[in-house]
């Protein structure tokens, strides 16, 4: 869910590495130029459609949109993604007026746990969140290739879940790090 600057080159890292990839995004455009570029970097297929097919897809859905933007999938999948497991890479950042501002996270909370609180009935790991997407693709790539291979830190309360995304952590040419619960994200 997102194609856009990070969404974009996670999902080609999961499609080289053989992953079911399906892109969606508000705009279909961009899901579709997505995940033309997967396909043709995995010599393979990618799909792309509406953010609904995505939610009904995924077994891992990955919601690569603005932090700001998570009570509007909620509303929008109107209870799809519920018992997901659900990838958080979002940081709390907003857009004013153009700029990029820093969001002050409420309750005291870490940034996963408030949109834990926003999801509801997810199953949520926070990861992929701490490279820049230039970063994260050429750091990926070095790692599928063989090369060293970069740490990806991971934090969730769900081990079950937890466990399930690390083989897309590894897979995508990075070293899973287990930083602990959502607590403990940053
Ligand atoms: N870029 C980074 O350096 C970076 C690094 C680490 C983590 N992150 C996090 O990754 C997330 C995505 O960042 P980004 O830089 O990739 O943003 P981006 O380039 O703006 O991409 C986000 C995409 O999500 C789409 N979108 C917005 N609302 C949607 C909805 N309800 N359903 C489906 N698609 C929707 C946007 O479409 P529209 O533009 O049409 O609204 C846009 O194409 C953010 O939470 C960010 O904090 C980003």
Redo the contacts with the bound molecule.
Sequence with gaps: ????????PLGRLLAVAGHDVFF????PA??AAAASAAASAADGQARGGE?GQ?ARFGEVVV?????E??P??VA??DGMLAGKIVV??????GERDGAAVVVAVPGGLTSPQYQQHVLGDVRLVRT??????NE?LELGIAGQRGGARADMPYWGDDDEAKKAVVPLIEDAGFTAIDGGGLSEAL
């Design positions: 869910m997102g194609s856009g600057r990070l969404g974009s969606s995004d508000a705009d961009r899901a953010p995505a919601l690569a949109v603005g932090w933007e998570f509007a999938v929008e999948l958080d890479p979002s940081n709390p950042i992929f969140n701490t490279k820049y997407p994260l």
